[in-house]
């Protein structure tokens, strides 16, 4: 299957900053998901990224919190925006191309002081 | 609600003996199951999946999976486990069929013990 590259890998970020995490998949992939893992805990859905039109985003996720950004079929971005310790999380891309499981990058380990 | 359960934190198992990590699901439909491994410091690797067919599906590494259908089930299982087995494991669906957004279980602990 294709591979995931994530920058950064991880970032200690002041609170009340942005950071931007970029997921760049080496070929076309059909959908693309940004996904939370917090601390000793499971991988939650942020959103579907969708090519050239606004993010689907699941409950208790906004896009002013978490714009995210896929301006073609091979690259998008989340910024996590305004952060708080609680936003201290591994952010994970994934993507998935036609009819194979979702595949994923290394994950972006952000913590916020 | 949809929701995927993993019962028990953490499995600890002899190495050579079998193992199973156990998962059960709710959603609607059809749904695709799936199960990943996450290693130290690594993104999650597919490990194998069910989406119809033989309820028994092998993956890589010689796990394979048990689908049950009337009891919601789709456990983890390996006839010998290997100390490198160690990792934590985590159960997905996909909720409305077809390879789309996941639903995760809370993910177990898999310890092997030489």
């Known amino acids: 299957s294709a591979v995931i590259s994530q920058k950064p890998s991880r970032d200690i970020c002041q609170r009340g900053t942005s950071l931007t995490i970029q997921c760049q998949v080496d070929?076309?992939?059909?959908?693309m998901f940004w996904y939370r893992q917090q601390p000793g805990q499971s991988l939650t859905l942020i959103a579907t990224?969708?090519?050239?039109?606004?993010?689907?985003?699941e409950s208790g996720f906004v896009i002013d919190k978490f714009p995210i950004s896929r301006p073609n079929l091979t690259f998008s971005t989340l910024t996590v925006s305004n952060m708080s310790p609680e936003d201290s999380s591994i952010y994970l891309c994934?993507?998935?191309?036609?009819?194979?499981?979702?595949?994923f990058g290394q994950g972006t380990r952000l913590t916020v002081v | 609600a949809q929701s995927v359960a993993q019962p028990e934190d953490q499995v600890n198992v002899a190495e050579g003996n079998p193992l199973t990590v156990k998962c059960t699901y709710s959603?609607?439909?059809?749904?695709?199951l799936f199960w990943y491994v996450q290693y130290p410091n690594r993104g999650l690797q597919f490990l194998l999946k069910?989406?119809?067919?033989?309820?028994l599906v092998k993956g890589s590494y010689g796990f394979e999976a048990e689908f049950n259908k009337s009891q919601t089930s789709f456990h983890l299982k390996k006839p010998s486990a290997l100390v490198s087995d160690s990792a934590l494991y985590f159960c997905?669906?996909?909720?409305?069929?077809?390879?789309?957004?996941?639903?995760f279980g809370a993910g177990t602990r898999l310890a092997v013990h030489p």
């Open positions: 994934s993507a998935t191309e036609e009819n194979t499981e979702a595949f």
């Open positions: 070929s076309q992939v059909t959908m």
């Open positions: 990224a969708n090519q050239g039109s606004e993010a689907t985003y």
């Open positions: 959603v609607s439909g059809n749904p695709y």
């Open positions: 069910y989406i119809t067919g033989d309820n």
């Open positions: 997905a669906v996909s909720p409305f069929g077809g390879y789309n957004k996941l639903i």
